[in-house]
């Protein structure tokens, strides 16, 4: 047998073992067939695409190379270097390299694909949405070509068109988990959380070692305050992957919710562990910290947050809230209005930023900006905390508004208990009266006189 056939041989098996995803042997039989014909484009090709799946780059970038050069119209070959390009995070010359596939093969659907891949990592989405768009145009039932989509759709904040393109994908490829996990995002995003329940069961069924599907199950499950239910998503998402930063920094969420202070601390110092740079944990752990009323540990948490990310206004906001606590009250001004400078419209700090400043005396120009707190809350705007409105207005309405804003964002409706039915009338108008001051508060002292006034006749207590 001459060098060709024992060549092709190598090649036919390395293809077969390359379909069967057995990649390291393929690897070796393909190096084989290139040692007999070193510069055959096809094994070049191939070869290059074998170390592409093992992660070993350069090697296929340098084979990929040696096979355009030999034949400039190989389109694999280009799009083998354009993924190597990529991988490198040389994504302009990526770019160039796919737009040498495509005049070499105008009907690559998978170049329009990679093309597209490359211009969502250059941020210019709309290019990406086109790349794909074309992709589909050639291939109709490309899966791949709609899930990508979808995740540009959904980076251009356009939801219900990537739900639908994470629906066509999986409506192509049923057992497509990672579209499963992506739709269950969107719907997260919508705030249709038993929708995203579904769709993240669904990936989990698929794909039982999905950390990331579970993770993200945590998260709606604690939204939905399921919190024990949570808590086990979580340790599932860590259990198959025990660096899992944000399944970590989700359980001490969780953990928080429940006042489980102490384990809550532990999962948020597991993540910065893990990925000391993750600004997000330190930021929750500060607030845990504040919980707890360790104040200092608290400044010190959102301190290291605002270092990692300069632009993290709800880490200003929450380290103006612990400078308050801490009477500081000059920095928590100073910390309000670096929150309020990197996003103009927080949740709630308005408010809290001028009833602030009144209670530092600083009465220039209160007047516009008390008239513009009231212009928000009619607005419905999440502009302040009801309490604060009590010092700045006397207009009941506002307050009453501020008041229901409030509650709506952070007491929102449950369905979870039945309807609870009426009882049946009595002679006496039953009272109850309910507070977190009876104890040696003035409210108690103050409400003493009420409790004795009542009309016992009318009334029962």
Known sequence: MDNFELAKEYFLEGLNLFQRQDYLAAEGIFRSALALLPDRVSILVNLSAT??????????KALAIKAVAIDDQ?????????????AESNFDQALLV???????????????????????QLKRLGEALASYDQAIKIKPDHAQAYHNRGIVLQELTLKEEALASYGQA?????DYAEAYKNHGNVLHELNRLDEALISYDQAIRIKPDFAEAFNNRGVVLHELMRLDE?????????????????????????????KRLDEALAGYDQAIKLKPDYAEAHHNRGTMLKEAKRFDEALASFEQATALKSDYAEAYNNRGNTLLELKRLDEALAS?????KIKPTPDFLYGTWLHTKMSLCDWSDTANPIAELTRKIERNEKSTPPFAVLALTDSLAVQRKAAEIWIQDKYPASHALPAIPKHARHDRIRLGYYSADFHNHPIAYLAAGLFERHDRDRFEL
């Open 98 to 120: 796919y737009d040498k596939a495509l005049r070499a093969n105008p009907e690559l659907a998978e170049a329009y694909i990679l093309r597209g891949n490359t211009l969502k």
């Open 336 to 340: 309000y209005e670096q929150a309020i």
């Open 51 to 60: 170390l592409i799946k093992l992660g070993k780059f350069p090697e296929a």
């Open 74 to 86: 190989e389109s694999d070959g280009w799009m083998n270097l354009g993924f190597c390009l990529n």
């Open 230 to 258: 949570a808590l086990a998503s979580y340790g599932q998402a860590i259990k198959i992957m025990p660096d899992n930063v944000y399944a970590w920094n989700n359980r001490g969420n969780t953990l928080k919710e429940q």
């Open 170 to 174: 999986i409506k192509l490829r049923p």
